[in-house]
């Protein structure tokens, strides 16, 4: 909400152009203004008793024009047709309170007119349109003081004051200063009372932070320029000396009004002294492309491709359409990403050769997204491959179908129901079936990456790593000591990590056997079976935009435990080849011995046959993307590799088994806990002759907690294609559980802990109302990288075993042999491999020379 609005009644560009940097002004349609406002910073105001006119005001909202203030009669004939989030209806404040439920619960906000300001009446008005915002004009004539402004700002309502009272000279007894006004509820905890400013690209990517005082804030609401203060040689007018000016698009307070955001247009080499364009790093992203391309622009060489883009236009449109096209045959993600990059370059070198720059990209954008009548949508004729006709939503799918064929639905968050005692044989397979892995298909993808790297080494890892992680560095692996720079954590998070770290390695530890096993199958004959760690190990860390620490400790912990020599662990880099420092300290805390800088299909083929920088490892583990997955498969399988994977990977999943006993809210949060993966994630409620009533329970909690999520739209997908399972008790429901052979198994059932011994197939097992699988997932000490897609049934999950091999030994003595060669002699002699047999009968007569 903003500190106030300003209502344009007469000429005065100065004071327009200056209270159009502080936020929305408030425009009377009945009065014609010469300053065409930004439409996406307008409230327009309606306040005439003419015939309503519903197409007109469809008009303005489609121009951009963010609300409309209309009167009652208006409203009354508007709610319903124009959304009521761009509705403002005018109301006498004597009025108010006669006012509908429907007409209160069809606008936004409220505009009250009143010749006295009485807080006490407008605090309750505010609470009857309780969600609205509360606008107030006084026809009183004279304009509200400092105080005022601060008492409406502290009881969440705006004050509209005419641009008749408002001046950028100083303030007086009939004028306001428009700087006194924006700046009233600001306060400062500093002592100089000075107000932190972060200043901002026009875009919004980060400048610098620096310090605004009262005469910066007018001077830069007055100048258009940025201005702010010095903490050691006062005011100081951006650029002054150095040319790298400002123009000041907006000032905005925080949502404490206790520190300001300015958006600027930066001039020259950038904001930073440096000569960059920020303070915190380099441009990257659409901004560096954006800088680039307009450097180019102005002073590419001759005969440079970017110069016969700018210089060739059919050239650049047959670029376009080219890109568009490989963008709409990609299929994975990555694929995707890929290409809408080339896209986007090809699109923002024709933007910047006619003089569009990303800020007239969003604005265009956010106009159109104001926009309240739509198009129908179909493609233009010669684009569409086929008439486009309104059918139906599409039927859920089968098991088939890929994920991403399958629309989010507009209504609630819905789970699919099927009663096992009604399903035939031929269903309930359907019911255990996970979508169908292409395998063969992605390791074809991914054999020209996998052999790049196998055939030129760094040089392919280093191209592939500035292609698909968007990173370009001159090594991609980093050996111990790690710089403390690069593990600068916030404390908390810190902490966490350690407490993780010792739970995990705790239960890890245990699962370590010093002792090897010796047993005397029969006199004279002793069998040993002793483990030792796999050399060389290789740990695939998921990350480039995430943080995924999680992962590194499950991996890392079982590997030092086992005692592994080396410890090769790859994740993505950041765009500027950085690694996140949770993932640094991470790998410190495990001792990783190198730590390789690159992902995807790139990095598993860099471990597997090992480059002049990155070591060769003997095993690879880690979770990953199809790509990831894809690259290991195919590098296990080529004998020259000679290197094993941990476990084949698929979606995340979670089966719940739950009973009469169940939280509907803890069910519905560890279903939805999975779900949020991806798309492709699986998600299987096994509920235990539950009544309709407990089961509807369960259903709007993960409606109710989906729509409060971050995530919503990827809950929105997968949770559309999971599945409620009903039965009629405990052991059909691990039934159906140990055919499914989950991930990941929850239980809410009464005396849960006595029901583990009914599992055969599951990753881990988490038992009772209060063991969410988010614990597993970080710190309780069991390990999160476990077997999916049903592999459940052959594998076990990453364990500190995992890590080693068992290596067995046998010791025979002479009258051990004396009893045991004979049975060794037969049995060679019957498979005809005589070589067998002689290595015993040598041995046997020599024994029997010795005793005569």
């Known amino acids: 909400m903003s500190v106030f609005l300003p209502l344009i009644t007469e000429e005065n ?36 008793d003419t015939e309503v006119d519903v197409q007109g005001v469809a008009d303005w909202l489609d121009e951009g024009v963010e609300r409309v203030i209309v009167p009652l009669t208006w409203a009354k004939e508007l709610i319903g047709v124009i959304p009521s989030e761009r509705l403002i209806v005018l109301l006498d404040i004597a009025n108010a309170s ?19 300001i009485d807080f006490d009446l407008i605090s309750s008005i505010s609470n009857f349109f309780k969600g609205s915002d509360i606008y107030v004009l006084s026809s009183g004539g004279s ?46 905890d500093r002592p100089d009372g000075l107000f932190p400013t972060v200043v901002c690209s026009q875009t919004g990517h980060s400048l610098g932070l620096v310090y605004s005082s009262v005469t910066s804030i007018k001077e830069s609401i007055t100048s258009g320029k940025g201005v702010y203060q010095s903490r050691k040689h006062g005011l100081w007018k951006k650029g002054e000396t150095s040319g790298a000016t400002q123009d000041v698009l907006r000032i905005r307070l925080d949502c404490d009004s206790d520190s300001l955001e300015f958006r600027v247009i930066q001039h020259g080499a950038g904001f930073c002294h440096l000569n960059r364009q920020s303070c915190f790093s380099e441009a990257s992203g659409l901004p560096l492309l954006e800088e680039t391309l307009q450097s180019r622009f102005e002073s590419a060489p001759e005969g440079s491709y970017t110069k016969r883009l700018f210089d060739d236009f059919a050239l650049l449109r047959s670029k376009i359409m080219e890109e568009a096209d490989e963008l709409c045959n990609a299929n994975t993600p990555e694929d995707v990403a890929f290409e809408a990059a080339d896209l986007l370059y090809f699109a923002l070198t024709k933007c910047m050769a006619n003089g569009v720059s990303i800020l007239d990209i969003e604005r265009a954008l956010d106009k159109k997204a104001k926009r309240i009548t739509r198009r129908s949508g179909n493609a233009k004729p010669q684009w569409a491959s086929k ?76 191209e592939l790593t500035a292609k698909f992680d ?101 994740t993505p880099p950041r765009p500027d080849g950085s690694i996140s420092p949770e993932v640094m300290y991470v790998a410190q805390l495990v001792g990783a011995s190198a730590i390789l800088k690159a992902g995807g299909a790139q990095a598993v083929a860099a471990m597997a046959y090992g480059t002049k920088t990155v070591p060769k490892v003997d095993k690879i583990f880690g979770p990953g993307n199809q790509w990831v997955t894809a690259a290991k498969m195919l590098v296990q399988n080529d004998t020259d590799a000679l290197v094993s994977i941990d476990m084949p990977a698929g979606p995340s999943e979670v089966l719940v088994i739950a009973d009469s006993t169940a939280n509907p809210a803890f069910v519905a949060a560890d279903l939805l806990s999975q779900a949020e993966h991806g798309i492709d994630s ?37 949770v559309a294609k999971s599945l409620i399972i009903k039965v009629k008790t405990v ?122």
């Open 98 to 116: 006669a006012v509908t439920d429907s007409i209160s619960k069809g606008v936004s906000g409220v505009l009250l007119k009143t010749r006295t």
């Open 143 to 188: 304009y509200p003081s400092l105080s005022n402004i601060r008492e409406f700002n502290r009881i969440g309502a705006t004050f509209i004051i005419p641009d008749t009272q408002l001046t950028l000279d100083h303030t007086s007894s009939t004028h306001l200063n428009v700087t006194d006004a924006f700046i009233a509820p600001i306060t400062s």
């Open 13 to 48: 560009p100065s004071l327009f152009y200056a209270l159009d940097r502080i936020g929305p002004v408030v425009i009377d349609v009945q009065r014609s203004t010469p300053f065409p406002q930004p439409p996406q910073h307008t409230f327009l105001l309606v306040d005439a």
């Open 470 to 570: 968007k990173a370009k560095m001159s090594s991609t692996v980093i050996f111990p000591p790690y710089a403390p720079e690069t593990m600068q954590l916030d404390e908390e998070v810190r902490k966490a990590i350690d407490v993780a770290y010792a739970n995990i390695r705790k239960f890890h530890e245990a699962q370590k056997s010093d002792e090897p096993l010796v047993v005397e199958t029969m006199p004279g004959v002793v069998c040993t079976r002793f483990a030792r760690p796999i050399a060389r190990v290789g740990l695939y860390v998921p990350g480039g935009t995430a943080v995924l620490p999680s992962t590194a400790l499950m991996l890392g912990i079982p590997a030092q435990v086992a005692g592994c020599k080396e410890i090769v662990l790859a």
């Open 682 to 718: 699986q998600v299987v409620l096994v509920s235990v002759d539950l009544s309709l009533e407990h089961l509807t329970a369960i259903e709007e909690e993960v409606d109710k907690q989906a729509n409060a999520l971050s995530r919503v739209d990827i809950l929105r997908v997968s």
């Open 731 to 852: 052991e059909e429901a691990f039934e159906f559980s140990n055919d499914y052979a989950p991930e990941h198994l929850i239980l809410h059932l009464e005396n849960a802990s006595q029901r583990v011994q009914l599992v055969e197939n599951a990753g881990s097992v988490f038992v009772g109302a209060f063991t969410p699988e988010s614990c597993g997932d970080y710190a309780s000490g069991t390990n999160h990288t476990l077997p999916t897609n049903g592999y459940a049934r052959q594998f076990s999950g990453v364990n500190t075993l995992s890590f080693q091999k068992h290596i067995t030994s046998q010791e025979i003595t002479a009258v051990g042999l004396s009893a045991l060669g004979p049975v060794v002699v037969t049995l060679a002699d019957c498979e005809g491999l005589s070589a067998h047999a002689n290595a015993v009968r040598v041995r046997l007569n020599e024994a029997a020379k010795s005793s005569v």
């Open 387 to 462: 008439p486009v006709e309104p059918s139906e939503p599409p039927p859920l799918p089968n098991a088939e179908k890929k994920a991403t064929e399958i629309p989010p639905s507009p209504g609630p968050i819905k789970m699919r129901t099927s009663d096992l005692s009604k399903t035939t044989h031929e269903q309930r397979s359907q019911l255990l079936r996970r979508p169908v892995l292409k395998s063969e298909e992605m390791i074809s993808k991914v054999k020209p990456i996998v052999d790049a790297v196998r055939q030129r080494g760094d040089a392919a890892l280093l």
